[in-house]
C-alpha cells in the first residue's frame, strides 16, 4: 500500500492550459512537499504546505488537512514546465518521509 | 550562496564491493537528508541528520549506513553493493529539517 497517491501518472497539455496535478495520502502529516524533477535528476522543491495555500508565480499549491488531499496547479502552462513533479508528505509521527510516483507532464508549445 | 554539491557524481561499482558517497550542505543548514530513486521504486528515504546525530531513518537494511560530520557534511555508505543498489541518490539540506529542502544534484551509481 503507497502511503501516497499521485494523479494523473502522465499529463500531455497545450502550452497555456490550466493544469492540475492531485495527490492524496494516508498517514497523518506535519508537512506535504511538492517537488519538480527535470530529465537528468535535479530536484527543485517547489512548495512545503502544512495548511491552505500558497502560490509562488504561476505556480498554485492547495492542501486539505481533513480530506488528507492536495493540488498543484499551473496556470498559463508552458513547455519550460515539463517535467517530473512529486507529492512527498513528512509523516507527523515517526518523521519519515513518504513519496508519489510522481506526475510526468509534457507541454507541447 | 553555493548549493548543495554531491561527490562523486557518477560511480560504476561491482557486487560485493562497498561504496562512500559524500554530501557538502549549503552553508548554515545543519539537516541533512539521503534518498534514494530507482525507476522501479521511485524516491525512497533513507536516513536524515542533524547536528552530527541520525534523527530518523527509512526502511533500508543495515548495509546502508551515513555519519555526518561537525561541519554539516554528511557522507552515506553501502556496503557488500547488490544489483538492486544501482540507483541516483540524492541529499537535500534544510536550516534544521523543517523547512524547504534543497536539493543536491545527485550520485549515480550503478552495480555490475
Known amino acids: 500500500k503507497n502511503e501516497v497517491e499521485q494523479s494523473p501518472q502522465n499529463l500531455t497539455a497545450q502550452e497555456g492550459e490550466f493544469i492540475t496535478i492531485n495527490c492524496s495520502y494516508s498517514v497523518g502529516i506535519s508537512a506535504l512537499h511538492w517537488l519538480q524533477q527535470h530529465p537528468g535528476g535535479g530536484i527543485v522543491s517547489l512548495f512545503m504546505?502544512?495548511?491552505g495555500k500558497k502560490k509562488h508565480g504561476r505556480l498554485i499549491a492547495t492542501i486539505n488537512i481533513q480530506e488528507k488531499h492536495s493540488s498543484l496547479h499551473i496556470t498559463a502552462s508552458h513547455p519550460r514546465d515539463s517535467a517530473v513533479y512529486i507529492c512527498a508528505v513528512r509523516s507527523g509521527t515517526g518523521n519519515q518521509f513518504y513519496f508519489g510516483t510522481g506526475t510526468s507532464l509534457t507541454v507541447i508549445p | 550562496k553555493a548549493g548543495v554539491t554531491q561527490t562523486p557524481r557518477y560511480l560504476i561499482k561491482t557486487r560485493g564491493q562497498q561504496v562512500t558517497l559524500s554530501c557538502s550542505p549549503i552553508?548554515?543548514?545543519?539537516?541533512v537528508s539521503w534518498y534514494q530513486q530507482t525507476p522501479g521504486q521511485g524516491l525512497q528515504f533513507l536516513f536524515e541528520?542533524?547536528?552530527?546525530?541520525?534523527?530518523n531513518k527509512g526502511n533500508f537494511p543495515g548495509r546502508f549506513s551515513g555519519r555526518q560530520f561537525s561541519n554539516s557534511r554528511s557522507e552515506m555508505n553501502v556496503s557488500t553493493l547488490e544489483l538492486g543498489d544501482s540507483a541516483l541518490y540524492l541529499c537535500?539540506?534544510?536550516?534544521?529539517?523543517?523547512?524547504?529542502?534543497?536539493f543536491g544534484p545527485g550520485t549515480r551509481l550503478l552495480v555490475l
Open positions: 541528520y542533524f547536528s552530527e546525530t541520525q534523527r
Open positions: 552553508s548554515g543548514h545543519r539537516s
Open positions: 537535500a539540506s534544510s536550516l534544521s529539517g523543517w523547512e524547504t529542502q534543497y
Open positions: 504546505l502544512s495548511s
